[in-house]
Nanobody, 128 residues
Framework: QVQLVESGGGLVQPGESLRVSCAAPGFSLDYFAVGWFRQAPGKEREGVSCIIPSGDSTYYTDSVKGRFTISRDNAKDTVYLQMNSLKPEDTAVYYC?????????????????????WGQGTQVTVSS
């Protein structure tokens, strides 16, 4: 299984930005679709975004469309989630997972599978 390491979380005020990263030290993510999920206290884990191996197609859950951007640098085996205009409701632990099923436009666009590996998570807190 691939080892994933998230970083970049923190405490920001509403309207500010953060970029979280998902790295796979010593492992190539080139052929894996990668997803970002989040879980807030007392809530179920939610799929946020995903990106296919080539980076040409992406998915975003409705609540983050227009504010979050997922990207990948296969040379660095790293996937990024740029989060702009953050809101208090974005507060959660953010996890990356790979491989995932990432099929933008399909009835179910992002799901994790039994083969998915997960990082340890990074806390994002949006508060004034």
């Amino acid at each position: 299984q691939v080892q994933l390491v998230e970083s970049g979380g923190g405490l920001v005020q509403p309207g500010e930005s953060l970029r979280v990263s998902c790295a796979a030290p010593g492992f190539s993510l080139d052929y894996f679709a990668v997803g970002w999920f989040r879980q807030a206290p007392g809530k179920e884990r939610e799929g946020v975004s995903c990106i296919i191996p080539s980076g040409d197609s992406t998915y975003y859950t409705d609540s983050v469309k227009g504010r979050f951007t997922i990207s990948r640098d296969n040379a660095k085996d790293t996937v990024y989630l740029q989060m702009n205009s953050l809101k208090p409701e974005d507060t959660a632990v953010y996890y990356c997972a790979a491989p995932v099923s990432c099929v933008p436009g399909a009835p179910t666009e992002l799901t994790f599978t039994i083969e998915s590996s997960w990082g340890q998570g990074t806390q994002v807190t949006v508060s004034s």
